[in-house]
């Protein structure tokens, strides 16, 4: 099995920062592309940032120039560095990573229990 845990979330004013943070464990034989995702009330869950192991970022338009992700392939983390955050960033932030548990097994996409950015005065 394969468990990812975020960390950071928290009420923050507009035009803050936070820093989220996820670490994932377990059964991993190699992470592919991990990323980070959200679900605002009432929302669909929308992708909002993601990086290869070559370390290769992409970002969504609405954050771009805001948000910075970043991986330690060594430790099998990834980190959300977001700045300049605004009220309609408000949502629940998922962590996701693309997983293979062994050398001959295919990859599949994990998630983490996900946890909350409110941007608030």
């Known amino acids: 099995q394969v468990q990812l845990v975020e960390s950071g979330g928290g009420l923050v004013q507009p035009g803050g920062s936070l820093r989220l943070s996820c670490a994932a464990s377990?059964?991993?034989?190699?992470?592919?592309?991990m990323g980070w995702y959200r679900q605002a009330p009432g929302k669909e869950r929308e992708w909002v940032a993601s990086i290869a192991r070559i370390l290769t970022p992409n970002y969504a338009d609405s954050v771009k120039g805001r948000f910075t992700i970043s991986r330690d392939n060594a430790k099998n983390t990834v980190a959300l560095q977001m700045n300049s955050l605004k009220p309609e960033d408000t949502a629940v932030y998922y962590c996701?990573?693309?997983?293979?548990?062994?050398?001959?097994?295919?990859?599949?996409?994990?998630w983490g229990q996900g946890t909350q950015v409110t941007v608030s005065s």
């Open positions: 377990g059964s991993i034989f190699s992470i592919n592309t």
């Open positions: 996701a990573a693309r997983v293979r548990t062994s050398s001959s097994s295919a990859e599949y996409n994990y």
